[in-house]
């Protein structure tokens, strides 16, 4: 066992980088210390992952060094960067959807044989070990495109996990995840931590930070604005500071439920695993689904929007029955989606952020393709605004944008949609403080205007929050729709595990 030193593994010293029209880093020092995991801070676009990919040997800097015990190194390509002990879990997924669980595991490493033959059985070998390790139940020959958004992040951990480096980066590891997987993910970084590794984790939930990491760093306009340090005070003042407002007043939540119902869904079922599902959506009202990650959430959303077809049940908008063979009808009858895979669902990658915005209200949903725009720019501009965008992200190329600018790319086009029934699957995951406000105001103006919301959220206290009601989701199917006040966070991972549903308090 090693103990925490004095000695920095890694140290960077005043590094610079800068990208066409923006100084992404200005002159960063961190230091990762062996045996401490480390939290790096700050709102989106202000150079967090630019600053692991300069640790990455991704991105190159411009000027500044970087040091490994001391030492002066060039890191100037991911493998080198490997073969110094880095190891990274990227904001954006790196698995190749084609390759088996285990492939990707070893994505770059695949261990061989004499003669340079692949050696399949220890890579399926220790594959399972490491999986074992953070408790991951999954086929190691399953083709990785076949499995969820989270069983993929997972993958993409297990690949970090597995090259046993004495560096390991994570940025956002969690977005996808539910409440147990954070938990046995904290888990194995701690006994890494007690190993001597050290860990460099980004995350904007804060109950996250507080809770794992050992000292932080707050950036902001690529710089450093806070170093080392930290009690979960000190991190509370700092944010109240970036948003202007008390931490724990994060929820302007407006009821606007209205008597006309809006989305009536009765017993549908679908291929994917949503068995009978029933539930009424009033207009104005936001409802929110519970439960664990698998219990069958997003299917349900998947089926509403026609992307799996109905095996049985039936929809109706605003009385009107709906024939839904696919996304196109579900658009045209008013129903909108918002995907918690949005990387790869959401974005046209070469058009910049304000076509991406408009592409959602164009009149003609079939010519997807073909962007003219026009009359929704300065709405596209307005909602930018108050989603807080990067100034000049709205020109950028999508490809160019942080991760969390990205998001709000995809949300704000679901917004200017105009949609009855805006379905919403992990909202604001990934995106900062400040932005979130955002969306929940957004949420109430919509609501107020008489747009009907399916919520889906890990984040219980979003849920508890945001929701006029909460349906609890188990098994591809409701067993519960209770008001949020008749609900704590342990019912609702109670709920969603075990069996405690009560009697007349079925679906309504
Ligand atoms: N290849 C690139 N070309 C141009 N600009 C870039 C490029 N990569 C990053 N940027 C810009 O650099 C700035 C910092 O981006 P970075 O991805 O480091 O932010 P971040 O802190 O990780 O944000 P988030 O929390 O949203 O992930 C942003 O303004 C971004 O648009
Ligand atoms: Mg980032």
């Known amino acids: 066992m090693m103990h925490p030193s004095d000695e920095p593994l890694w140290d960077v010293v005043e590094v610079s980088k800068a990208y066409p029209g923006v100084l992404a880093n200005d002159r960063v020092s961190i230091r990762l210390m062996p045996g401490r995991i480390h939290g790096l801070l700050g709102e989106n676009g202000c150079g967090k992952s630019t600053l692991i990919r300069l640790l990455s040997g991704v991105d190159r800097p411009d000027s500044g060094e970087i040091r490994l015990r001391g030492q002066p190194v060039a890191l100037t390509s991911p493998t080198g960067a490997r073969e110094l002990g880095v190891s990274t879990v990227f904001q954006e997924f790196s698995i ?30 220790r594959s399972s070990e490491v999986l074992a390790e953070l408790d991951i139940e999954l086929d190691p020959d399953a083709i990785t495109s076949t499995l969820s ?17 004495q560096l390991i980066i994570l940025d956002e590891p969690t977005t996808a995840l539910g409440l147990d997987e954070i938990a046995q993910l904290h888990a194995l970084l701690r006994r890494m931590r007690g190993k001597g590794h050290a860990i460099l984790y980004v995350s904007h939930r804060l109950d996250e930070v507080t809770a794992l990491v050992d000292e932080v760093t707050i950036m902001r306009g690529g710089r450093v604005v806070s170093a080392a340090g930290k009690t979960a005070v000190e991190v509370d003042a700092i944010v109240s500071a970036m948003i202007g407002g008390d931490v724990r007043e994060h929820y302007p939540k407006e009821r606007n439920t209205r008597p006309e119902t809006m989305l009536r869904v009765t017993a549908i079922s679908s291929a994917r695993g949503v068995r009978n599902v029933s539930f009424t959506l009033q ?27 109905l095996t049985a049940g039936s929809i109706e908008i605003e009385d009107r029955h709906l024939r839904i063979s696919g996304p196109s009808d579900a658009i045209r009858a008013g129903l909108a989606l918002v995907t918690e895979n949005r990387k790869t669902d959401g974005l046209f990658f070469n058009f ?48 160019h944008l942080s991760g969390g600018n990205q998001q709000k790319i995809v949300i704000a086009r679901w917004l200017l949609s105009r949609a009855r029934v805006l379905i919403l699957d992990e909202p604001t995951q990934g995106i900062d403080i400040g932005a979130k406000l955002a969306v929940y105001r957004l949420i109430n103006r919509l609501t107020a205007e008489g747009c009907a ?56």
Request: glycine residues 8%.
């Open 96 to 125: 190749i959807p084609s390759l088996t669980v285990a492939e990707n595991v070893f994505l770059g490493r695949w261990p061989r044989r004499a003669l340079g033959l692949i050696d399949w059985e220890t890579m399926r070998r």
């Open 453 to 508: 919301i399916l919520l889906i959220s890990s984040d219980h206290d979003e849920l508890l929050a945001m929701s006029d009601r909460i349906a609890v989701v188990r098994h591809g199917t409701i067993t519960d729709i209770r008001a949020p006040r008749d609900l704590t966070h342990a019912d609702l991972v109670r709920a969603a595990t075990t069996e405690i549903m009560t009697e007349g308090r079925t679906a309504a």
């Open 283 to 309: 207009a104005g009202e936001v409802l929110g689904l519970g439960g664990v990650l698998g219990s069958g959430r997003t299917e349900i959303a998947r089926a509403l929007f026609g992307l799996d077809p």
């Open 149 to 165: 958004v989270a069983q993929q992040q997972l993958i993409e951990i297990a690949k970090a996990v597995a090259a046993d480096a």
């Open 352 to 399: 910049d952020g304000r076509a991406n915005i408009s592409s959602a209200s164009l009149p003609r949903y079939s010519t997807f393709g073909f962007l003219g725009l026009h009359r929704e720019d300065a709405e596209a501009a307005s909602l930018a605004r108050q989603l807080e965008l990067s100034r000049g992200a709205e020109d950028k190329s999508v490809r």
